[in-house]
């Protein structure tokens, strides 16, 4: 059974319960983190889950289907920039995806035993933001379509288009070798473009 601020609730009047004691504070934010690099073994790699503070005393092995939607979209998103990159013969050194979401669970249980959620947390999964970081010495405008293809087309960011989106993308310019690259005009620091998706 979940545990919400530590304390283990099994029924709708325990969840209830923990809800009105702790209010607001319920609302948090998961971070799901999906990484490749050329030492990986397969695109699938297992991502890392970062619960919001009234989660964190559930076990590390176990992720809730509600956590699963965050798991999934980081993994599956983020798997494919490295097979679009391959398909495309775009050099991709590595790629950290995180997919970054607000959640409030009171929305599921709102007019049980008096709760009222708030208006916004009516289907729980109030944002989604998304943050791609390439290392790569190909183009920036190779690595923005990379981009563009790969949040657009992605089978679980599409059953997830309900849910506000906005995206980032940071583009670390380097060699194989671990040297940076330099473009015509230098780049002191990472490029960053943050958008807004369209809902689908």
Same mark, same amino acid.
């Not at 304390?7 to 609302?27: C, L, T, Y």
């Not at 030492?39 to 005393?57: F, H, K, N, V």
């Not at 993994?75 to 490295?82: K, L, R």
């Not at 791609?132 to 990379?146: G, I």
């Given at each position: 059974?979940?545990?919400?601020?530590?304390?283990?609730?099994?029924?709708?009047?325990?969840?209830?319960?923990? /809800?009105?004691? *702790? #209010?607001?504070?319920?609302?948090?934010?998961?971070?799901?983190?999906?990484?490749?690099?050329?030492?990986?073994?397969?695109?699938?790699? @297992?991502?890392?889950?970062?619960?919001?503070?009234? /989660?964190?005393? =559930?076990?590390?092995? %176990?992720?809730?289907?509600?956590?699963?939607?965050?798991?999934?979209?980081?993994?599956?998103?983020?798997?494919?920039?490295?097979?679009?990159?391959?398909?495309?013969? !775009?050099?991709?050194?590595?790629?950290?995806?995180? %997919?970054?979401?607000?959640?409030?669970?009171?929305?599921?249980?709102?007019? /049980?035993?008096?709760?009222?959620?708030?208006?916004?947390?009516? *289907?729980?999964?109030?944002? $989604? *933001?998304?943050?791609?970081? $390439?290392?790569?010495?190909?183009?920036? %405008?190779?690595?923005?379509?990379? *981009?563009?293809?790969?949040?657009?087309? =992605? /089978?679980?960011?599409?059953?997830? &288009?309900? !849910?506000?989106?906005?995206?980032?993308? %940071?583009?670390?310019?380097?060699?194989?070798? #671990?040297?940076? $690259?330099?473009?015509?005009?230098?780049?002191?620091?990472?490029? @960053? &473009?943050?958008?807004?998706?369209?809902?689908?």
């Amino acid at each position: 059974m979940p545990a919400i601020f530590g304390e283990v609730v099994s029924s709708v009047a325990d969840i209830v319960s923990v /809800m009105k004691k *702790h #209010g607001d504070a319920v609302r948090g934010t998961y971070r799901a983190r999906y990484h490749f690099d050329t030492e990986s073994s397969g695109y699938y790699t @297992t991502p890392i889950l970062e619960r919001p503070a009234s /989660m964190q005393a =559930n076990e590390p092995g %176990v992720v809730y289907p509600w956590e699963q939607i965050f798991t999934a979209a980081a993994v599956c998103a983020g798997s494919d920039y490295p097979m679009l990159a391959a398909h495309e013969g !775009i050099d991709l050194q590595s790629i950290d995806f995180v %997919v970054e979401g607000v959640f409030d669970p009171r929305g599921e249980f709102d007019e /049980m035993d008096g709760l009222e959620a708030p208006v916004d947390a009516r *289907h729980c999964f109030l944002s $989604l *933001h998304l943050c791609a970081t $390439l290392r790569s010495s190909a183009s920036l %405008v190779a690595l923005e379509k990379l *981009h563009e293809r790969a949040i657009a087309y =992605n /089978m679980v960011l599409g059953a997830l &288009r309900g !849910i506000p989106m906005t995206s980032e993308l %940071v583009v670390s310019f380097g060699m194989r070798d #671990g040297s940076t $690259l330099r473009d015509p005009s230098p780049l002191d620091r990472p490029w @960053t &473009r943050r958008a807004s998706l369209p809902q689908m």
